[in-house]
């Protein structure tokens, strides 16, 4: 299973944007990057994933590197809401649709205003 | 997104008993859904895995006699902790994955449900 590495902790200005990074250095060719966060004592809440290709949604912009062994995840304007853990997964893929998400650490975002 | 509902969202019962707690997707058929367990502090546990009408596969040492899963339709599971212990006490969340009404196939989560154990 292709494991992932984020910073423990990130700190954010209010209005800045926020760029939180992931390595995945053992992904494989088929497995995609999914990014959820959990704000604190709710459950966690999907934000964008990708596979090979730039992808933005209305909440956040992910940056795949070329060779796929790291990703950035990036919220434009960063917001107090927006203080959560930040969780990149790599989708376990146990057999077609049949895949398992499989939190690490995360990265605790904190924006200050 | 899809909305996954958890019922109750907290609870607090003595050791001993056992205790249920509800995972619904209400606008969505789930073929698969998913309890987790967070301590404080800690990541989000896989506990189990279960598609409607057959039985769930647990994760290694999560004890299937204890934590009873039943996934009876596409649109709600249960999870059961019998016998509840202090240590028992954590966020428990379940997740559901399906195709939404926009036809994507993904997986949501519920608000968790905080279970005490006195």
């Known amino acids: 299973d292709a494991k992932t590495t984020q910073p423990p902790s990130m700190d954010c200005a209010e209005g800045r944007a926020a760029n939180l990074p992931c390595n995945h250095s053992t992904i494989s060719g088929n497995e995609y990057v999914y990014w959820y966060r959990q704000i604190h004592s709710q459950g966690p809440q999907y934000i964008i994933h990708g596979l090979k290709n730039n992808e933005t949604n209305e909440m956040a912009s992910l940056i795949i590197t070329e060779d796929r062994k790291s990703s950035t995840l990036i919220l434009p304007h960063a917001t107090l809401r927006d203080t959560a853990v930040y969780y990149c997964?790599?989708?376990?893929?146990?057999?077609?649709?049949?895949?398992?998400?499989?939190f690490g650490k995360g990265t605790l975002l904190t924006v200050n205003p | 997104g899809a909305v996954v509902s958890q019922h109750p969202s907290r609870v607090i019962c003595k050791s001993g008993t056992s205790v249920k707690i509800e995972c619904r997707s209400l606008?969505?058929?789930?073929?698969?859904m998913f309890w987790y367990r967070q301590f404080p502090k800690q990541s989000l546990m896989l506990m189990a895995t279960s598609n409607e009408g057959s039985k769930a596969t647990y994760e290694q040492g999560v004890e299937k006699d204890k934590f009873l899963i039943n996934h009876a339709s596409l649109t709600l599971s249960t999870l059961t902790v019998t016998s509840a212990h202090p240590e028992d006490s954590s966020f428990y969340i379940c997740s559901a994955r399906g195709y939404n009404i926009t036809g994507l196939y993904e997986q949501y989560f519920g608000p968790g449900t905080r279970l005490t154990v006195t």
């Open positions: 606008d969505f058929q789930a073929t698969t």
């Open positions: 997964i790599v989708r376990v893929d146990s057999g077609g649709s049949n895949y398992k998400l499989t």
